[in-house]
C-alpha cells in the first residue's frame, strides 16, 4: 500500500488508493451462548481455551438501537469457528445489550471483565467516559469503536478505527473548498462539541478565503424551531452559498424538511455520514428530495464499494442463521466489521510469533506499530506512538483520512476516488 499525493479541486491533499489483497470473509454456522446477559456463538468443544470477544450495541430502546452490530459479530464468531477458530482456538463471541444507559454499559464492561474478554470490539455506545475505566483496570483493549464520546480518542487502551467526527467536519470543509464555497454555514449543536466542530471546519476553510458562518441548534429543537437555522443558514442563496449539517440524524430529517420548504435555488448543501446515511436520504424523497446532489464526507467507501463485499456476504448468512437484521450501511456495523478484521489480523501475528493471546498480548501487537490491512475499507491501521495524533483532545486518533461522496440519484456514491487525509486540519498546520 502506498500514500500518494493528488490534486483535487485545485488543492493538494494526501491521498490513499486500496490496492493490496482484500480480507476475506469466513464462512459457517454454531450455537448461540446466553451467558449472565449476554449472547455468542460458541464452540462444541474447548471452550476453556477459546479466544473470548464481546461486542456491545443498545436493543430495545428506540432510535439509537444497534441490533445489528452484535448480530454481525455473533456471525464473525460463527464463521471463524466454522473454517476452525483462529490460531487453533474457538472464537467466542458474546454479545451485550448495553441498554443506551450509563449503567447498561457499565455492566457490559463488567460481565466483559468476568468472562477475561481479551477485547471488546467493535460496538456502538455514547458512554464510553462511563466504561471506559471498567476496561482500563482489567487491561481490556477497546479495538474500534464507534468515537461518540471523549475516552473513544485518549483512552491508552482505546484503538478507533476512524476519526470520529472532527475527522468528518475536517474533511467536509475540504470538501466544500475544492466545490468553489465562497461561504460556509455549519449548522451544527449548541454544546461544548458543537463548538469544537466549528473550530475544525474554521481550520480547514479559513486558509481557502472560505467565510465561516456558525450556525447553532439547540439541543432537542424540534421542527417548529428550525426555519431560523436555515434561514441564516442559507443567507441570500447565491452561487458560492454553502451548507455543511452537523446534527444528528433525527435533528437532521427535521432540518431538512424546513430546508425544502425554503427552496433554495443555488446553496450547495453537504453533511457528514452519521448526520446523512442511505436511510436518511430514502426518507427525505431519494433522487427527488433535498439530498440529491448533496455533498458527504465518511469515514469509510459508500457502501456499494466492492470493498464492502465480504460484509454484504456476512449479512446475508446472519439473516440466512435468523439473527437480527444487519444494515451495511450503519456507521457502526462498519466500524464493527473493521475492528474484527483488525483483531483477526492481530491474532494471526501474535500466534505467528509465539507469543501469548491475552489482552495484554493483543495489546502490545497493536502497540508495535505495524500495520494492518483492512481490505481497503480504510488505509492501513497503526497505534504506535508515531502515528498518535498530536492532541491533547484525541491523542488516541490515528486515522485521519476521509472519503468524498455525493449523493447522486439518491444513492451515494464516490464523489473522489481513494482516501483524503485531513491531519493537518486537526493538528492546525499547513494546508497540503
Known sequence: MSRQTAAAGGETTGRWRAGGRRVGSVAAAAALLAVAGCGGPAGAAGDGEALVVMTWAPSGTGSVDRPGVTALAEEIGREVNAK??????KLKVLSCNEHNTAAGATACAEQAVAAHVVAVIGSYSQFGDTFMPVLGAAGIPYLGGYGVSGSDFSSPLSYPVAGGTPALIAGSGRQLAAAGCKTVALVRPDTGNGDTLTRYLAAAVTPAGIKLVDVPVPEGAGAGAMAGP????????RPGSCVSVALGPEQTLLLLDAYRKAAPKRTQLAS?????????????GGAAGPLNGALATGWF??????????????????ATAGAAPVDTTDLAVQTTWVAYQVFLQAVD???SAGQPLTAKGLRGQLDSGDSIDTGGVTPPLSWG??????SAESPRLTNTWVTFQQVKGGRLTEQQSGFVDVRWVLTGGKPQ
Not at 465480504?310 to 448468512?317: E, I, S, W
Not at 506512538?385 to 498530536?390: A, I, R, V
Open 385 to 390: 506512538q508515531t502515528d498518535m495524533l498530536p
Open 272 to 284: 457528514v455520514i452519521g448526520s446523512v446515511h442511505q436511510g436518511v436520504i430514502d426518507s427525505t
Open 301 to 318: 467507501p459508500p457502501e456499494g464499494s466492492k470493498s464492502w463485499d465480504d460484509l454484504r456476504t456476512a449479512a446475508a448468512d446472519a
Open 349 to 351: 501475528r501474535i500466534a
Open 230 to 237: 436555515v434561514q441564516k443558514a442559507v443567507g441570500e442563496d
Open 84 to 89: 476452525g477458530g483462529r490460531a487453533g482456538r
